[in-house]
T-cell receptor, first 116, second 110 residues
Framework: DAGVIQSPRHEVTEMGQEVTLRCKPISGHDYLFWYRQTMMRGLELLIYFNNNVPIDDSGMPEDRFSAKMPNASFSTLKIQPSEPRDSAVYFC??????????????FGPGTRLTVL | KQEVTQIPAALSVPEGENLVLNCSFTDSAIYNLQWFRQDPGKGLTSLLLIQSSQREQTSGRLNASLDKSSGRSTLYIAASQPGDSATYLC?????????FGTGTRLQVFP
């Protein structure tokens, strides 16, 4: 398997523009997670899905952020409108649905977002 | 609310040294504790996973211990090499989420 795939790898946009980040999880994994990493706050969970259904979005910072998972092989994280403080690295991760005690998450390479 | 802290924040050592990275957490009701490695510009790679019923796990030159009662874990790296240079993150799972520490940035110089 190719692992978790994220696109684009780098995104530079201007304040106020819409940004869409994409993720393809590992085939057969039932859980998908979106994280944000910044120097100040470290790695934070934004939202996660189980079988394409959002389970916990308490980490989504504002209504400007939204995430969808229309099918088992694709998810998007959208920011509209974007702001400079949204600049960060956004990671997608997936895991199988077997056991929280023994199974790890597999991370994608991340999307580095810069909002000017 | 679970909080995970890592000490030190950064470490620079000569090649060959044995290292100890520390991780502490405030809520002992965890399913497991994991150590990840992050290389610049890349995602996270899982190194070791210690289940809540276990005390330690070993993989090659890496050994991780877990003391739930005191809310601590250590990652021991034996005979460090320049290729070990990276950021090391610990994370705990309680309920249904991974809660990450702030990381230790390690540099091993020749």
């Amino acid at each position: 398997d190719a692992g978790v795939i994220q696109s684009p790898r780098h995104e530079v946009t201007e304040m106020g523009q819409e940004v869409t980040l994409r993720c393809k999880p590992i085939s057969g994994h039932d859980y998908l997670f979106w994280y944000r990493q910044t120097m100040m706050r470290g790695l934070e969970l934004l939202i996660y899905f189980n079988n394409n259904v959002p389970i916990d979005d308490s980490g989504m910072p504002e209504d400007r952020f939204s995430a969808k998972m229309p099918n088992a092989s694709f998810s998007t994280l959208k920011i509209q409108p974007s702001e400079p403080r949204d600049s960060a690295v956004y990671f997608c991760a997936s895991r199988p649905a077997v056991n929280w005690g023994t199974d790890t998450q597999y991370f994608g390479p991340g999307t580095r977002l810069t909002v000017l | 609310k679970q909080e995970v802290t890592q000490i030190p924040a950064a470490l620079s050592v000569p090649e060959g040294e044995n290292l100890v990275l520390n991780c502490s957490f405030t809520d002992s009701a965890i399913y497991n504790l994991q150590w990840f490695r992050q290389d610049p510009g890349k995602g996270l790679t899982s190194l070791l996973l210690i289940q809540s019923s276990q005390r330690e796990q070993t993989s090659g030159r890496l050994n991780a211990s877990l003391d739930k009662s005191s809310g601590r874990s250590t990652l021991y790296i034996a005979a460090s090499q320049p290729g070990d240079s990276a950021t090391y993150l610990c994370a705990v799972v309680n309920t249904d989420k991974l809660i990450f520490g702030t990381g230790t940035r390690l540099q091993v110089f020749p």
